[in-house]
T-cell receptor, first 117, second 116 residues
Framework: AQTVTQSQPEMSVQEAETVTLSCTYD???????LFWYKQPPSRQMILVIR??????QNATENRFSVNFQKAAKSFSLKISDSQLGDAAMYFC??????????????FGDGTTLTVKP | SAVISQKPSRDICQRGTSLTIQCQVD?????MFWYRQQPGQSLTLIAT?????????ESGFVIDKFPISRPNLTFSTLTVSNMSPEDSSIYLC?????????????FGDGTRLSIL
């Protein structure tokens, strides 16, 4: 079974600064997808960024980027120029691409990000 | 993307009763899932709702407690049966739309359930 670990229950960052949220995962599969979701207090799950395991290039979406290290099974999220609206719980998620678990996502325990003005 | 309507958004229920949560999607989707998110915790997959057949449950979840229906490609229900305070959680419907596998799951806004 796949597992996803987020070792930082809470993080804080000063507005306009940069913060990195860590995520590691364990799998024996070679083909999979990784995602970061954001869940503000409104509890809606919002996709932040995605990464295909077969791609070596790190994904980037505006102020959000990832550092994907496949061999190390690491998938960290970097938020640049942090804004007050970035405050939320962030979940790292793994999804199998093949086999019996295809389509199912496994989530980490989440990191609560606080942005200080 | 898909627009997901989940009802009710919240409810307070008495111990021993049952509640059915509805999930309606504005387009046909390939996969529908039900998750539970206990207070301050992560999402745990309850089951995959299969169109026209019995749902596929994850370890620790059973059909008698969480019966699921999916009569078509845009609608599913989750029933939380014989509720106890331990069932107090947010229940989330999630879907995957047709297309490349790399597409993310989309989530409803969740149902916040409190059992007295």
């Amino acid at each position: 079974a796949q597992t996803v670990t987020q070792s930082q229950p809470e993080m804080s960052v000063q507005e306009a600064e940069t913060v990195t949220l860590s995520c590691t995962y364990d799998t024996s599969e070679s083909d999979y997808y990784l995602f970061w979701y954001k869940q503000p207090p409104s509890r809606q799950m919002i996709l932040v960024i995605r990464q295909e395991a077969y791609k070596q290039q790190n994904a980037t979406e505006n102020r959000f980027s990832v550092n994907f290290q496949k061999a190390a099974k690491s998938f960290s999220l970097k938020i640049s120029d942090s804004q007050l609206g970035d405050a939320a719980m962030y979940f790292c998620a793994y999804r199998s691409a093949r086999g019996a678990n295809a389509g199912k996502s496994t989530f980490g325990d989440g990191t609560t990000l606080t942005v200080k003005p | 993307s898909a627009v997901i309507s989940q009802k009710p958004s919240r409810d307070i229920c008495q111990r021993g009763t049952s509640l059915t949560i509805q999930c309606q999607v504005d387009s046909q989707v390939t996969m529908m899932f039900w998750y539970r998110q206990q207070p301050g915790q992560s999402l745990t997959l309850i089951a995959t709702a299969n169109q026209g057949s019995e749902a596929t449950y994850e370890s620790g979840f059973v059909i008698d407690k969480f019966p699921i229906s999916r009569p078509n490609l845009t609608f599913s229900t989750l029933t939380v049966s014989n509720m106890s305070p331990e069932d107090s959680s947010i229940y989330l419907c999630s879907v995957q739309t047709p297309g490349p596998d790399r597409q993310p799951q989309h989530f409803g806004d969740g149902t916040r359930l409190s059992i007295l």
